[in-house]
């Protein structure tokens, strides 16, 4: 059975600080993991897809890094517009169109 | 550019009623998904279609029926409401694949 577990649940960061988020998946057969951003009372948002380890993709202030176990959501000098929940999901090999997602991290960025 | 769209927003039910969640998608993707949304257990897929005309049961479909009406619509029924379907309901859609799906706002709904 897929699993994917994202850590830590919450976290609370300074402007400017930066951190990393963590997805840590089992899967039989990764095609693709991707990473989302939710803001509160909407649907998710795509932001990333990682097909393969060693990949990075950026956008703006995020960066998403993938090896055989793990992906890293990097942020780089928040800011509070970053604040959302941030959630991670896999696609596997032979799981037709599914996507098994994990509980997300609810990040807030103060001032 | 709607994307996808869901109604109601959301809903109230008394145990036992029934109700259809309606999706519509106008980005002429293959590939739709009911998914359910509840604290601590993330997104749980309930129902998908891969193409017009065909569905399949995801994670936690029991309670539930769907219909895929043509290709922008998918439609999700609850036959007779439990107050454990109380949740946050998404549609979504994708091209062929799940690569980067579109979500809509959700259905916030309440079985009392």
């Known amino acids: 059975e897929d699993q994917v577990t994202q850590s830590p649940e919450a976290l609370r960061l300074q402007e400017g600080e930066s951190s990393s988020l963590n997805c840590s998946y089992t899967?039989?057969?990764?095609?693709?993991l991707f990473w989302y951003r939710q803001d509160p009372g909407k649907g998710p948002e795509f932001l990333f897809t990682l097909y393969s380890a060693g990949e990075e993709k950026e956008k703006e202030r995020l960066k998403a890094t993938l090896t055989k176990k793990e992906s890293f959501l990097h942020i780089t000098a928040p800011k509070p517009e970053d604040s959302a929940t941030y959630l991670c999901?896999?696609?596997?090999?032979?799981?037709?169109?599914?996507?098994?997602f994990g509980t997300g991290t609810q990040l807030k960025v103060e001032l | 550019n709607a994307g996808v769209t869901q109604t109601p927003k959301f809903q109230v039910l008394k145990t036992g009623q029934s109700m259809t969640l309606q999706c519509a998608q106008d980005m002429n993707h293959n590939s739709m998904y009911w998914y359910r949304q509840d604290p601590g257990m993330g997104l749980r897929l309930i129902y998908y279609?891969?193409?017009?005309?065909?569905?399949d049961k995801g994670e936690v479909p029991n309670g539930y029926n769907v219909s895929r009406l043509n290709k922008r619509e998918f439609s999700l029924r609850l036959e007779s409401a439990a107050p454990s379907q109380t949740s946050v309901y998404f549609c979504?859609?994708?091209?062929?694949?799940?690569?980067?799906?579109?979500f809509g706002s959700g259905t916030r709904l309440t079985v009392v």
């Open positions: 279609s891969a193409s017009e005309g065909t569905t």
């Open positions: 999901a896999v696609h596997r090999t032979g799981g037709g169109n599914k996507l098994t």
């Open positions: 979504a859609s994708s091209d062929v694949g799940p690569w980067g799906y579109t």
């Open positions: 899967v039989s057969g990764l095609r693709g």
